[in-house]
């Protein structure tokens, strides 16, 4: 739904592949070095890709695998078919999340994978070309996607909660109006003095004086002037 608004690549909005894409290594300068590994068929996708999302429900309602298994084999398989003709790297990680979320794991929204990938892109491709050789065959050796795939949301937690804990300490320090003023600004994205004061029931000169003072320490961003005046999270 979300594609209708864009007018990128229209003539291929939603659909599956109609021309093979298989995964291409590039030079600095975007020269080809050539095919790093082949993807599935156009001709096959359709089918594999329903048997792919029927075996990933199956196996998070009937609980037959532990989600964070289920998941990791939907992604990798996800990405060995490689079913759209563009993007499917990105949606790869959206999906992720998305079932992430359905099976439980609340906090994934609030942590980024993307950077985490990022910045193992080597042990990323490695793991995915290790296992991607292996899926078509009688005996797929998972682990190395696995084992990547794991320790990448482990980071991505572990990051989370050292995040969580600086907030912690930071707000701790604050007076409980300028924490209310905080949760605010978190909640509506942008908010005005206005919108404060009547939020918390506190006068507008007392609010102006927290803001200046969350803006001071760093803690919110300024945007507009006069009247136009508003505030986000820094």
Do not use: C
């Not at 608004?5 to 291409?24: C, F, I, L, M, W």
């Not at 398989?77 to 099976?103: C, K, M, Y």
């Amino acid at each position: 739904d979300l594609l209708k608004y864009s007018d990128k690549d229209q003539r291929h909005h939603g659909e599956y592949k109609t021309r093979p894409n298989a995964v291409e290594a590039f030079d600095p300068d975007g020269k080809s070095l050539g095919v790093v590994f082949e993807t599935a068929s156009p001709f096959d996708t359709p089918r594999l890709m329903e048997e792919l999302i029927a075996w990933t429900r199956a196996s998070l309602d009937e609980g037959e695998f532990h989600p964070l298994l289920a998941i990791a084999i939907f992604v990798v398989v996800f990405l060995e078919i490689h079913p759209f003709q563009d993007g499917n790297g990105r949606l790869s990680r959206i999906l992720t999340t998305l079932l992430l979320l359905r099976a439980g794991y609340a906090y994934v929204p609030y942590g980024s994978l993307e950077s985490v990938i990022e910045e193992s892109k080597e042990a990323y491709d490695r793991a995915l070309r290790q296992t991607q050789g292996t899926i078509r065959t009688d005996s797929p050796d998972w682990q190395p996607w696995v084992t990547y795939f794991l320790k990448t949301l482990q980071q991505q937690k572990n990051r989370l909660a050292r995040k969580i804990e600086r907030e912690r300490i930071i707000l701790g320090d604050l007076p409980d109006l300028s924490v209310q003023v905080l949760e605010l600004a978190r909640e509506r994205g942008r908010m005005t003095v206005g919108e404060a004061a009547k939020a918390t029931g506190v006068s507008r000169n007392t609010i102006k004086d927290h803001v200046k003072a969350l803006v001071a320490k760093g803690h919110l961003i300024r945007h507009g002037a006069g009247r136009g005046t508003w505030y986000s999270l820094a």
